[in-house]
């Protein structure tokens, strides 16, 4: 069975703490997505990566980075949690342009 | 930059309606398009238009793409409570990326 896998379902951060999301995949995707998504704006994306240690800032990188070291794994990092970063965070997988995306389940983050 | 406009934003109806989803976009070099169900949990795939599918169908669901016009419509007939959902359309072009629009909030009432 196809696996898009989030390490967390609800995480609670105190501000200013680190913070990392982690997202592994085994349909061996070329491709991987974080997005944030929030009542209303639909998903947002953050940041992609289209092959290992290759990123590209999606239309809100500001206070974030990723990490794609290996290929099956790809990480959204909080340098500074804060508040407004309160939010459902989505991971996708997607095999190449003409194929579909999965999403991960989703990690709800809650920054106090 | 990619774009997406979704419409309407919410949308109720009741149990068997036939209801239309708008999604128009704005991509450098179109490679495809998408539409996601998404209850409360994450996504999930409903259909992929391409220069070469215009045209999807899966029982009460169906789709189709006008390239020219930069649109597509999702149409759901007999709707059921089930259906009830965010419906959300993607775009994807030359720049890799994948750019969902705001989506729609589709309500059934019995």
């Known amino acids: 069975d196809v696996k898009v896998t989030q390490s967390s379902r609800y995480l609670v951060k105190r501000t200013g703490e680190k913070v990392f999301l982690e997202c592994v995949q085994d349909?061996?995707?070329?491709?991987m997505f974080w997005y944030r998504q929030d009542p209303g704006l639909g998903l947002r994306l953050i940041y992609f990566?289209?092959?290992?240690?290759?990123?590209e800032k999606g239309d809100i990188p500001e206070g974030y980075s990723v990490s794609r070291e290996k290929k099956e794994r790809f990480s959204l990092i909080l340098e500074s949690a804060s508040t407004n970063q309160t939010s459902m965070y989505l991971c996708?997988?997607?095999?190449?342009?003409?194929?579909?995306?999965?999403f991960g389940q989703g990690t709800r983050l809650t920054v106090v | 930059e990619d774009k997406v406009v979704q419409s309407p934003l919410s949308l109720v109806v009741h149990e068997g309606d036939t209801v239309t989803l708008n999604c128009s976009y704005e991509?450098?070099?179109?490679?495809?398009l998408l539409w996601y169900k998404q209850e409360k949990k994450a996504p999930t795939f409903l259909f992929m238009l391409?220069?070469?599918?215009i045209e999807k169908k899966s029982g009460r669901l169906s789709s189709i793409l006008d390239k020219k016009e930069l649109f597509s419509i999702l149409n759901i007939t007999a709707t059921q409570t089930g259906d009830s959902a965010i419906y959300l359309c993607?775009?994807?072009?030359?720049?890799?990326?994948?750019?969902f629009g705001s989506g729609t909030q589709l309500t059934v009432l019995p």
């Open positions: 991509v450098t070099n179109f490679r495809s």
């Open positions: 349909m061996d995707h070329e491709n």
């Open positions: 990566s289209y092959d290992v240690k290759m990123k």
């Open positions: 996708a997988g997607r095999t190449n342009m003409n194929t579909e995306a999965f």
């Open positions: 391409t220069s070469s599918g």
């Open positions: 993607a775009v994807s072009g030359s720049a890799r990326q994948l750019t």
